[in-house]
């Protein structure tokens, strides 16, 4: 009988193995880990190929910082329905959705590649009467003719629709984001220990880093890669990856993030709505739970939550301490937006690197020793049980360090090298007059005297020399190279500050390190600082503010910074399109002077945070002392009178 109950008990209890998994919030935060990791891989393949899709496309960096800000607008709009739906709603369940959604937005950004015709370039080889050699030729017709042709692609339908389809693409990917983050904090806190919370938190937010950071070395290796590999044999892609003009396969790496954003999306179908809370110190616990189960949100109906979220926003607006770490975050995020958009296309033109070698550095050097700082700054909070006083002043002295290691970068750079007709002086060269070359041409080639022109036309060769595959090697005949030599090379001359990257990027990694140690304090921080009930409020706020002021305006306003330094526009059709070049000292001092500037904004902020807070401890200092007894039966006096006055106000709408 006994061998019978044995097997009985056996049977009944391995089909709960399954829940048991699911029910451990462990193997959530791993599962929240692997889906914030593929998600925001997306975003980072975005930013990384974002110079790539401009020069595609023929985008400014304004209009391509703004395609990158659409990702926050709808975002922006629904972020504020976390803070209703986050008490009452299957969590997992909504995390789950949003990932499929992520995965249809990243099929819809790679769909233009799809859709538009080949990448057409001046001197490709598509017509054979055309002068695709770009040689001075006086009195030539073919410059019209390939013109034409060219202009007939570009009205194109397929290739019109390309910037809706993109923003489209980011409109639904934010979306898509509404959920996954702000749920999954708040699921994770309120189902971690107390102790255990800081350390998963850190974990979590240091995927949020190693994402992006995988998105940046995955798009340095399709990058590699000729746009339109798949449309042409390899003996027809004539340009080398470090030509101007090279573009890479841009789209490869969202085709790959969408099918791991729907692997990912699966789990957490499986997860339940609540879940056993982890033990670690019994009372603590109790109380937590206690305060779990009075959240007066949950009695709500969407009108009157509606009614009452101005009132409460501004409640929770009025913490002081809350308002100024969401406004040092804000500051930081805004930081953070238009360098991670930005950061490897200012490598590429003040270092003279390719595109893949640029978003490698990036994605290789600066995002990982940032996730390194996530992780040691969610480790200390749990080593050393910092208070909230502590966490700040570890924020403070943090970006007190970040301000002066990025002082520095904005003296490591080099000037505009010499370009004929464009800088230092713009006037047009008369000894290639005759030659009509086409206002619309860009083949760089650099003479012998080191003077770099815009074609082999502007620089007045009218002769070439080719390899077995017929492409370019040497333009003789130049008669606007200076200097006896009448030669130029295909491709840029460049700048002379290759030398100067290592101890760029070893202080940009330093920074990175340095300023990532306030994430995880600052995050805990916002929740230590709210009462229970409001966290998922509260976490919905901070991520509206984020959105708000500085995710949505910071990219826009990095790329109108970074456009007012051209001082060479494309044209494409009788229309502007990507800039050609740029003046690097000014490029340099405006784009990281910027950066500068909300560094110091975070360390006021940061700051303050540390006054009020010593302020308050003052105060409760001088007043009497009170026995333990007293101070516990008063906190749990407290907390039942509190909740049953927030359900009743909140109910009339009187909060």
């Keep these: 009988m006994g061998a019978k109950d044995e097997f009985i008990n056996s049977s009944s209890i391995s089909p709960a193995r399954p829940r048991c998994l699911f029910n451990s919030i462990k193997f959530f935060v791993l599962c929240h880990s692997l889906l ?59 995390i789950g959705g949003g990932a499929l959604l992520a995965c249809l937005a990243s099929l819809m950004i790679a769909a233009p590649h799809f859709l538009s015709e080949a990448y057409d370039y001046t001197g490709r080889r598509s017509f054979s009467s055309d002068n695709s050699s770009g040689l001075c030729q006086s009195g030539s017709s073919f410059a019209s003719l390939s013109s034409n042709r060219t202009c007939t692609k570009q009205h194109s339908v397929g290739h019109q629709m390309v910037y809706p389809l993109l923003v489209l693409g980011q409109l639904l990917l934010g979306i898509a984001a509404v959920p996954i983050q702000p749920f999954g904090i708040s699921y994770i806190d309120d189902f971690a220990s107390r102790k255990n919370s800081p350390l998963y938190l850190g974990i979590l937010l240091a995927m949020t880093s190693i994402g992006p950071a995988l998105g940046f070395i995955t798009t340095s290796f399709v990058l590699r890669y000729f746009v339109d590999f798949n449309r042409l044999p390899a003996d027809q892609i004539q340009l080398e990856s470090s030509d101007l003009r090279w573009v890479g396969a841009w789209w490869l790496g969202f085709l790959l993030t969408s ?61 002081p301490v809350y308002l100024l770490v969401v406004l040092a975050q804000v500051n930081l995020a805004a930081l953070l937006s238009g360098l991670a958009t930005f950061m490897a296309k200012f490598i590429e033109k003040q270092f003279s690197m390719t595109v893949a070698l640029s978003t490698m550095m990036i994605g290789g050097i600066g995002i990982p020793l940032a996730v390194l700082g996530t992780v040691l700054g969610g480790a200390i909070m749990r080593r050393f049980q910092l208070s909230v006083l502590g966490a700040s002043k570890l924020c403070t002295g943090a970006i007190l360090l970040c301000m002066f290691s990025a002082m520095p970068l904005l003296f490591i750079g080099c000037s505009t090298q010499p370009v004929a007709g464009v800088f230092p002086n713009s006037s047009d060269s008369p000894c290639s007059s005759e030659c009509l070359c086409p206002s619309e041409a860009f083949n760089p080639v650099c003479g012998a ?13 009218s002769s070439m020399e080719t390899d077995a595959k017929n492409n370019p090697t040497n333009y003789t005949d130049c008669r606007c190279v200076g200097g006896g030599l009448r030669f130029a090379l295909p491709g840029t001359c460049g700048s002379e500050c290759s030398h100067l990257l290592r101890p760029f990027m070893v202080l940009l990694g330093l920074t990175s390190f ?91 902020c940061f700051l303050l945070t540390v006054v009020v807070l010593l302020r308050r401890t003052q105060s409760h200092t001088l007043q009497p002392a009170a026995s333990k007894e007293d101070c516990e039966l008063k906190r749990k006096q407290d907390v039942k009178e509190d909740s049953s006055v927030s359900k009743k106000q909140l109910l009339e709408g009187q909060i």
């Excluded at 609540?274 to 009075?294: I, R």
């Excluded at 005297?449 to 060769?461: H, I, Q, R």
């Design 36 to 94: 914030q990791l593929a998600q925001l891989l997306v975003s980072g393949c975005m930013k990384s190929s974002i110079s790539t899709i401009e020069r595609r496309y023929g985008l400014s960096s304004q209009r391509s910082g703004m395609l990158v800000s659409f990702n926050e607008v709808g975002n922006t709009v629904l972020i504020v329905f976390v803070s209703f739906f986050g008490s009452r709603v299957h969590r997992p369940r909504f």
């Design 259 to 319: 099918a791991l954003l729907f692997l990912t999306a699966l789990p957490y179908f499986f997860f339940p709505r609540n879940m056993d809370k982890e033990v670690d110190d019994g009372a603590l616990q109790d109380a937590d739970s206690k305060q779990q189960q009075t959240d007066p949100f949950r009695e709500l109906t969407l009108p009157q939550f509606l009614k009452s979220f101005p009132r409460v926003a501004l409640r929770t607006l009025k913490n």
């Design 449 to 461: 005297d080191g003077v770099e022109f815009t074609s082999p036309c502007s620089a007045g060769c």
């Design 514 to 604: 340095i300023a990532s140690f306030s994430q995880t304090p600052s995050y805990m921080m916002i929740l230590r600082t709210v009462p229970t009930e409001d966290k998922s409020f509260s976490v919905g706020v901070q991520y509206m503010l984020f959105r708000v002021l500085a995710f949505l305006p910071g990219p826009v306003l990095y790329g109108s910074v970074i456009d007012s330094t051209c001082i060479l526009w494309g044209q494409k059709c009788g229309r502007q399109t990507s800039c050609l070049y740029y003046n690097l000292d000014r490029f340099r001092q405006r784009f990281l002077g910027l950066q500068v500037v909300f560094v110091c904004g975070g360390l006021l």
